[in-house]
């Protein structure tokens, strides 16, 4: 019997074949990492628009600085930071970054992020910049991180549906209420005055700061009383009870800028960060406006914050951290950049800012630059930080105000297993 | 006489009608977003309806080229990397599994228990030391990481089925062979690979999938919007923080990135059904 005559694998080839497959993949890539010491690489996190004007904005840097070459990396912000925490593991994250203060102090515990007082006043001009913007990123004599916007927290208001009722002049907690309620009757069933704003934890800190008390005191405790949280979650349910607010089932669909009882004209008031009236009106025929949020009856502070909730950093591992602060200083300094940024990083972070964007802003985008500018006149220079534990609070304010809305926890027990989970999370 | 045979047409068409209904209510969220990605990005919400009204193209023309790559580049990498990932699949898995099915060697058994437990290692845990390897060997922002590893065998998932299958294949073809004079390769090449066409076919399909499907390896991985896959692009569309989110062409490019896999399903749908009962692979 003869063997059979047959061009078959042996041993040898097979390995051949496994060997020059992977060879082969290996060659075709031909992406070597180079060591350029003027090549940096930048990101951020955001929406087709921010990716779109931040490439715009680059180019202008390396078209003025052909020694620099800047390679992008960006993606939307859950994504931005599914991916992050890997580079800096592995030693590739982006010599330049946006953060955000979510998860900003969490880098800067851990030693992370680049010490830029080295840079600021050399490559780094921060004289332009609003007071708060460098000093929130500072942590002693070091400064972490720059801020590159202000925002602050904001009514937005259909414009025909509120003068209907009444109107927002020295706007009380009361006025703000009977206000609401007023507007949620008039439309019949299923209509609201405003969206539920008692999960909202930027707004709690404004309530709290009315009353001369703050969000944190410290780095690991809470600034308020349990009784401040009462009393606030008291008002919202108060809200619903009578149609002011929606129930926390209509609350519960209405996540994302598209389902907002305000867009789909279920409610006439919306509690938001001042450039989201940009991205409301987009998807509104009937008029937006801004108004600060309610005070109350005869205070003296409106307690109304301002401040950086996005930075610039660059990551203590980077190696060329010249060439990145420079790149920081060009986006928050040069003209050109402002001008091509807009308002899609926030809101203006120093005058200067502030009077290139007025020259370009639509009709929405010029509300928020004088609201802005109209409440840098109250607000205190000094603005609180978020600290680390900052999101996990937020989600258990949310859902906390959720079961007082479903009669599930009184406000008193709420607010109670509130300052027991932040005991837990801050500890 | 014979009995009058009972009129089976009303149940038969009582049985369609459910489910034909039931189809219908399954595929909704499907229909619905073929039916959104016609509509103009403002009254995909407002208007729940499936027929589109009004009708427009927009987001297709404009979603094609809305990330300053056209889609098709995304689609052409997502391509090469399910290709190169079937390749290895079928390369590497069928090998390793002939060895586990058919020879024996040293700690054999203790191989393939070692082998069946990284099923249970989610890909979460692994990924830290990964990506520090591949970065210390230079190939972060390539597509080898996602690809090389489908060379040697790491998805035990397959191999473990094709081991099962292999096992069923008479061991009286093998000898045969071997009377014939075949070694342990040429048994595998001529006799093993050819009959194990079912299983070869479940594999190709489930790591076309699972490729064309993934999202977080490519996250991870590709860095340059050049790069991006067309899960990867399709992300880009939208973004829960800064209200820039376009539905429209997110929706249109999702149908585009759908059909292939569901040209795919009604090409191999009989090889799929037979795999799927040859295999005893369920779920």
């Not at chain 1, 580079?87 to 946006?98: I, K, L």
């Not at chain 1, 000093?135 to 972490?144: A, C, M, P, R």
Request: hydrophobic share 45%; aromatic share 12%.
């Amino acid at each position: 019997m003869s063997r059979p005559n047959m061009p078959g694998l042996n041993r040898r080839d097979l390995l051949k074949v496994s060997v020059g497959g992977a060879a082969a993949l290996w060659l075709s890539t031909s992406n070597f990492a180079l060591a350029d010491s003027t090549s940096i690489k930048a990101g951020w996190y955001g929406g087709q628009d921010t990716h779109d004007r931040m490439q715009k904005a680059i180019a202008q840097f390396t078209a003025k600085n052909p020694d620099i070459a800047v390679s992008v990396e960006f993606a939307p912000f859950a994504e931005f930071y599914d991916r992050l925490p890997v580079e800096y593991s592995g030693g590739t994250a982006p010599d330049m970054h946006r953060h955000s203060m979510t998860y900003l102090f969490d880098y800067v515990k851990r030693g992370l992020l680049a010490d830029l007082s080295p840079f600021i006043g050399k490559s780094i001009d921060i004289s332009a910049l609003y007071p708060g913007v460098v000093e929130i990123g500072k942590d002693g004599d070091q400064v972490h991180a720059i801020g590159n916007n202000q925002i602050a927290v904001a009514l937005f208001y259909n414009k025909a549906k509120v003068a209907a009722a009444g109107s927002l002049d020295n706007l009380t907690w009361d006025g703000f209420r009977d206000l609401a309620i007023k507007i949620g009757k008039a439309g019949g069933a299923n209509s609201y005055g405003t969206n539920d704003g008692g999960g909202f934890f930027a707004f709690l800190e404004l309530f709290v700061t009315q009353r001369g008390k703050s969000l944190y005191s410290g780095d690991n405790a809470l600034g308020f009383e349990p009784k401040d949280l009462v009393d606030w979650l008291d008002y919202w349910e108060s809200m619903r009870k009578d149609q002011g607010a929606p129930p926390p089932s209509v609350t519960a669909e209405s996540a994302g800028f598209q389902n907002a009882p305000l867009v789909k004209g279920t409610a006439a008031m919306q509690v938001g960060w001042s450039q989201q009236i940009v991205f409301y009106q987009a998807l509104m025929q009937d008029e937006l406006d801004i108004h600060a949020c309610p005070v109350p009856a005869g205070a003296a502070d409106n307690g109304h914050l301002i401040r950086a909730l996005d930075f610039w950093v660059v990551p203590e591992g980077s190696r060329n951290k010249e060439a990145a602060a420079k790149l920081v200083n060009f986006l928050l300094n040069d003209e050109g950049a402002l001008a091509t940024l807009g308002l899609s990083l926030g809101g203006p972070a120093s005058d200067k800012a502030a009077s290139v964007l007025a020259k370009t802003a639509d009709v929405p985008s010029g509300k928020v630059l004088t609201y802005l500018a109209d409440l840098r006149g109250h607000a205190p220079s000094a603005t609180p930080r978020w600290i680390s534990g900052h999101g996990e609070l937020e989600s258990t304010l949310n859902r906390l105000n959720a079961s007082v809305g479903f009669g599930q926890a009184t406000p008193q027990a709420a607010a109670d297993s509130f300052f027991t989970e932040a005991k837990r999370i801050l500890g | 006489m014979h009995p009058a045979k009972p009129n089976r047409l009303p149940a038969t068409l009582l049985r369609h009608a459910i489910l034909i209904a039931l189809a219908i209510l399954m595929s909704y969220p499907l229909l619905w977003m073929i039916s959104s990605s016609f509509k103009p990005e403002h009254v995909i919400f407002s208007e729940p309806g499936l027929l589109p009204d009004p009708f427009t193209l927009t987001n297709y023309i404009a979603g094609w080229t809305k990330l300053g790559l056209p889609f098709a580049a995304f689609m052409l990498n997502s391509v090469i990397i399910c290709v190169l990932c079937i390749l290895g699949n079928l390369f590497s898995c069928t090998l390793a599994a002939y060895a586990f099915a058919r020879l024996e060697f040293p700690f054999s058994k203790a191989a393939f228990a070692i082998m069946l437990l990284t099923i249970m290692l989610p890909f979460h845990v692994t990924v830290l030391p990964q990506y520090i390897m591949f970065q210390k060997l230079g190939a972060v922002n390539t597509i080898i990481p996602l690809v090389l590893p489908k060379f040697f065998a790491v998805d035990a998932f397959f191999v473990f089925l094709l081991v099962q299958f292999i096992r069923g294949i008479p061991r009286d073809l093998d000898q045969a062979a071997e009377i014939d004079g075949t070694n342990k390769y040429q048994t595998f090449w001529y006799i093993i690979f050819p009959l194990c066409r079912p299983a070869l076919v479940i594999v190709a399909i489930f790591t076309f999938l699972w490729t064309w499907n993934d999202f977080f390896g490519q996250l991870i991985y590709l860095t340059q919007t050049q790069n991006y896959t067309a899960s990867l692009a399709l992300n880009l569309f939208i973004d829960a923080t800064s209200g820039e989110s376009a539905w429209g062409m997110l929706f249109a490019m999702s149908v585009v990135t759908l059909t292939p896999i569901f040209v795919l399903f009604v090409l191999f749908q009989r090889q799929l059904a037979d795999g799927i009962a040859t295999t005893g692979l369920k779920g």
